[in-house]
């Protein structure tokens, strides 16, 4: 009997920092990491997540845009961080899996150096072209295809997902000659094309949306399976391509440094799935293309980053493209 008592005073007393822990993380405001420019696709989600995370956290959420080489200066931030709950990234299908594969010499592993949180959705690419170029996504692929290499294309960067999204179309479509410029991200993109400095510019649903309800670009395609309620006359890429499947969702996770406490990885985790139940902002994502992933766990999450990294890397070494 008295060794079973001094088994549970034991027990209790190893789980009494981390019960300690959970109760009292987070204590101050928790920084979120969006490792793009403002304004741009991943941004405006990180918002909108980050916001009302800090609701169900009890404490703020700190959006901090630190930009630069497509999305790894700011992830490599977060890998190299303190691992205590209070740095983690916005992730992206770019910086959190074809990193893995599209980088000469990787200065994270995707797996390795992150403790993932939450799978939380994304919005399907989209191409945007300039008003003074073919009115279909059809027409300026035959407009490239007359006079290769006068077209030129923006995307957030040099490795991320929409870049490669743009290399696929070039590829399906016979190998046109479109000339790429990267981006620091997709804002910086879009102001080039609406002054005529680019013909085609590879973003998101969402983010193209406002153009074309301005009049200011066009939505030329996207890359959906069939065609989308907010854009029903636009085509979807396969339609271009005669039929051939052509799909691509930029998707986004929260994570951290690896080794961040369990219980904290809990509160996380239960706080990220409240916030993605939130009617408003599933409303607000839904207006922006956006479909939410509502019921992740940090295991789901894992294994939807390692399948999705495995399921990228024959399209990269297909390409041919290597972040140096």
């Known amino acids: 009997m008295r060794r079973r008592h001094l088994l549970a005073a034991a027990t209790a007393t190893l789980a009494a920092p981390a019960i300690g822990r959970t109760q009292s993380w987070p204590a101050q405001p928790v920084r979120l990491v969006v ?3 403002p304004g741009g696709p991943t941004d405006v989600y990180g918002r909108l997540f980050g916001e009302r995370l800090g609701r169900a956290l009890g404490q703020p959420v700190v959006i901090e845009n630190k930009a630069g080489a497509a999305g790894v200066i700011g992830t490599l931030g977060v890998a190299r961080a303190r691992p205590d709950g209070y740095t983690l990234v916005f992730g992206t299908g ?3 899996a ?3 594969s599209m980088a000469a010499k990787p200065e994270y592993d995707v797996l390795k150096d992150f403790t993932y949180v939450a799978h939380l959705g994304g919005g399907p690419a989209a191409f945007v072209g300039n008003l003074a170029q073919p009115d ?3 027409g300026l692929l035959e407009a490239a295809r007359a006079k290769p290499g006068t077209l030129s294309y923006g995307s957030p960067g040099t490795g991320t997902l929409l870049h490669l999204t743009t290399e696929r179309l070039k590829a399906a479509a016979g190998g046109v000659q479109i ?3 990267p981006y620091r991200g997709s804002g910086p993109a879009m102001n080039d094309l609406l002054a005529g400095q680019i013909a085609l510019v590879t973003t998101t649903l969402g983010s193209a949306l ?6 200011k670009a066009r939505l030329l395609g996207i890359a959906t399976a069939r065609r989308t309620a907010l854009a029903p006359d636009v085509p979807t890429v396969s339609e271009t391509l005669g039929g051939v499947p052509f799909e691509a969702v930029l998707w986004h996770c929260l994570a951290g440094p690896a080794g961040l406490p369990p219980d904290v990885v809990a509160r996380l985790a239960a706080a990220s799935r409240e916030t993605m139940a939130d009617p408003a902002l599933i409303k607000a994502l839904a207006e922006q293309g956006i479909v939410p992933v509502v019921d992740s766990t940090p295991e789901s999450t894992v294994a939807f980053v390692r399948a999705e990294a495995e399921r990228w ?3 990269v070494k297909a390409a041919d493209i290597k972040m140096e």
């Open 35 to 37: 490792a793009f420019p």
């Open 94 to 96: 770019s910086t959190q």
């Open 179 to 181: 000339t790429h410029v």
């Open 136 to 138: 279909t996504l059809k």
């Open 210 to 215: 406002p153009f074309q309800t301005s009049g």
């Open 313 to 315: 890397a024959p399209i």
């Open 98 to 100: 074809l990193y893995a």
